[in-house]
């Protein structure tokens, strides 16, 4: 398991054992009568770009366009027809697993995780190379949004409708769909940091760290600001929720095919939009747990990621910041008892990728 990010598969009983152990010997949150407990948000609102000029350049593609975009970029495309509705507090997480799972992606591997490059191309040189246009074209269009340089979608919209190579209008297609849906910052534009995400795709990296460190931190910012809007990972974290909120009365056998896209289901689904946020907080607030499906139908059981090398718990590296993620708090999710993870140095693990002292942060949590 030379390329596996653990080294190491335990049983429950032994994990449980570990961490008792270490919550012992360093005296972090093992207290008599603790129960844990996941932060509480009490109300998110979505805030997301509009996106039917994507969903419009998708359904003029024919399906040989399609299909290639599929190969190179699988299912993100789906998440174009999920939208998205607010929601209240919940006492489940997403997990690693559950993001590979929805986005059908390779399992986290060493050196394959994103983690931010300080000396690598300029933005320029990356929009070159992913648009293929010279030098002053992109130069003429970079403009300075708050902290972050990026470039109006405007421009990489036109770019897919009239580039003359088929390869790069998909992928400049790709880009804006990681850009105005996955991680949006500034409406409308294509930021700098997913340029440096969506660089390194073709080196075979792992984005479900990258997408979980983000979508942690946006709902934190919402609950330490007591701003309302929920930004980043919207549509992926809405069909999350679905997986574990709405009861099935029938699986398919489908979701054990190595074909089956809960994207693509979740996209064909057509589900209500006429209920008010008043009436969705009126029944998460009322949310018992046999109302809760612990473990989401196209979730099929597998290994979980419960410690990171000489962590002990699990750093997320985003494109904006970093994050920490404690999979302990996650296990009744896999039919396994939850218990009280170790939180020592938790805190150190938490910044945004601004400021000073950021960069030997990152240096130490990417090379670990």
């Known amino acids: 398991m030379e390329n596996e990010l653990l080294n190491e598969v335990k049983d429950n009983a032994a994990i449980?054992?570990?961490?008792?152990?270490?919550?012992?010997?360093?005296?972090?949150?093992?207290?008599?009568?603790?129960?844990?407990?996941?932060?509480?948000?009490?109300?998110?609102?979505?805030?997301?770009?509009?996106?039917?000029?994507?969903?419009?350049?998708?359904?003029?593609?024919?399906?040989?366009?399609?299909?290639?975009?599929?190969?190179?970029?699988?299912?993100?495309?789906?998440?174009?027809?999920?939208?998205?509705?607010?929601?209240?507090?919940?006492?489940?997480?997403?997990?690693?697993?559950?993001?590979?799972?929805?986005?059908?992606?390779?399992?986290?591997?060493?050196?394959?995780?994103?983690?931010?490059?300080?000396n690598g191309q300029t933005f320029t040189k990356k929009l070159m190379d992913i648009s293929g246009m010279s030098e002053p074209w992109v130069t003429a269009r970079i403009q300075q949004e708050g902290d972050s340089k990026c470039i109006p979608w405007e421009n990489l919209r036109d770019l897919v409708l009239t580039h003359s190579d088929e390869r790069k209008r998909v992928d400049i297609f790709a880009l804006s769909i990681y850009e105005l849906v996955i991680f949006p910052k500034a409406l409308r534009h294509v930021d700098e940091a997913v340029t440096d995400l969506f660089d390194r795709l073709e080196k075979g990296i792992t984005l479900v760290p990258a997408i979980l460190a983000e979508t942690f931190r946006s709902l934190s910012m919402c609950q330490k600001s007591g701003d309302e809007r929920f930004i980043r990972c919207a549509q992926l974290l809405m069909v999350w929720f679905h997986g574990h909120f709405w009861k099935e009365d029938k699986v398919s056998y489908r979701v054990f095919s190595e074909t089956y896209s809960p994207l693509k289901e979740e996209a064909a689904i057509q589900r209500r939009e006429d209920i008010l946020e008043e009436k969705w907080m009126e029944i998460l607030q009322n949310l018992k747990e046999g109302d809760i499906e612990w473990r989401a139908f196209w979730m099929v059981p597998n290994e979980i990621l419960y410690r990171c090398r000489n962590f002990d718990w699990v750093p997320l590296l985003g494109i904006w910041g970093a994050t920490r993620y404690t999979p302990l708090l996650a296990l009744k999710q896999y039919k396994s008892r939850q218990f009280i993870p170790t939180t020592y140095g938790l805190a150190q693990c938490e910044f945004s990728f601004k400021g000073t002292h950021y960069k030997k942060k990152v240096r130490e949590l990417s090379d670990a």
């Open 16 to 118: 449980r054992a570990w961490s008792e152990k270490l919550q012992s010997e360093k005296g972090d949150s093992l207290t008599e009568g603790y129960t844990s407990e996941l932060q509480e948000f009490t109300r998110v609102n979505v805030a997301q770009n509009e996106l039917q000029e994507l969903r419009d350049i998708w359904a003029r593609w024919d399906e040989g366009t399609k299909q290639l975009f599929y190969q190179s970029y699988g299912d993100i495309s789906y998440l174009l027809d999920i939208k998205c509705f607010t929601f209240g507090e919940v006492d489940l997480v997403p997990t690693v697993e559950e993001y590979i799972a929805l986005l059908r992606c390779p399992k986290v591997q060493v050196r394959k995780a994103y983690a931010k490059v300080f």
